[in-house]
């Protein structure tokens, strides 16, 4: 079991960009509450392995036996069943749009630094050709679609910043996948696919402000966070 400390850390250097964003709100309370709650009851479930299998499908090929295959491999029962899901209605819509990926950017990933010690890995599940311009794509498996407007662009103005300021993506798009569920089923999901330039951008002056509301915001959840963990006998 982590320890009170490393959950904290883990804040400071969050998995994904997705779980960083989710954090966030445009209010120091909401983001402090955000925060202990995420620090305080964090779910056990890695859905990383997901994004790996499909990007591996994308990139190398492979087949949808395969695909199937490497789920039902997986050894988290549970991560095997959401993956399941998520194929089901994912690779048939990635072979409607005939997405297929490019092999050198499998490992990219871009730190992005947001002050007080604080990086964000901004890594792309795989990125394929649009049209002749590089294409990053974010996957996002979880079962809701969590995020506020917001959130949203916050995201997506990291995203710009982050990747498609880059070396060769200069004027391309990057497209973030939500795989949730249908509203009321506990199994069925569909594809919702958002393009990073269809959503506004955060200036410079909103994005500085909310790094310090969020660095602001974590400061204020510490305490908190160490205390009830203490309380659960959690040490």
């Known amino acids: 079991m982590k320890s009170p400390e490393q959950r904290v850390a883990e804040i400071r250097r969050p998995p994904t960009l997705a779980n960083w964003v989710r954090l966030n709100a445009q209010s120091r309370d909401d983001t402090k509450l955000a925060i202990v709650k995420f620090a305080i009851t964090k779910p056990t479930i890695d859905l990383s392995p997901i994004g790996k299998i499909i990007g591996d499908f994308v990139t190398m090929a492979t087949t949808v036996l395969n695909v199937r295959k490497a789920i039902n491999r997986l050894a988290d029962a549970r991560v095997a069943k959401l993956g399941r899901e998520i194929i089901e209605v994912l690779l048939p819509w990635l072979g409607q749009e005939n997405i297929s990926g490019i092999r050198a950017f499998d490992s990219w990933s871009v730190p992005y630094p947001i002050g007080r010690g604080i990086i964000i890995p901004v890594k792309p599940t795989f990125t394929f050709n649009r049209s002749g311009k590089l294409t990053p794509v974010f996957l996002i498996c979880w079962a809701t679609m969590p995020f506020t407007g917001f959130q949203l662009q916050l995201l997506s103005t990291i995203i710009r910043r982050a990747i498609l300021s880059q070396e060769g993506f200069e004027g391309?798009?990057?497209?973030?996948?939500?795989?949730?569920?249908?509203?009321?089923?506990?199994?069925e999901?569909?594809?919702?696919?958002?393009?990073?330039?269809?959503?506004?951008?955060?200036t410079d002056?909103?994005?500085l402000e909310q790094f310090d509301r969020f660095g602001n915001a974590l400061d204020d959840a510490?305490?908190?966070?160490?205390?009830e963990l203490a309380r659960r006998g959690e040490r």
């Open 205 to 207: 002056r909103e994005l």
């Open 189 to 202: 999901r569909w594809v919702r696919p958002m393009w990073v330039s269809k959503m506004g951008a955060l």
């Open 172 to 187: 391309s798009d990057a497209l973030v996948l939500f795989v949730p569920r249908h509203k009321f089923s506990k199994s």
């Open 222 to 227: 510490v305490p908190i966070i160490l205390n």
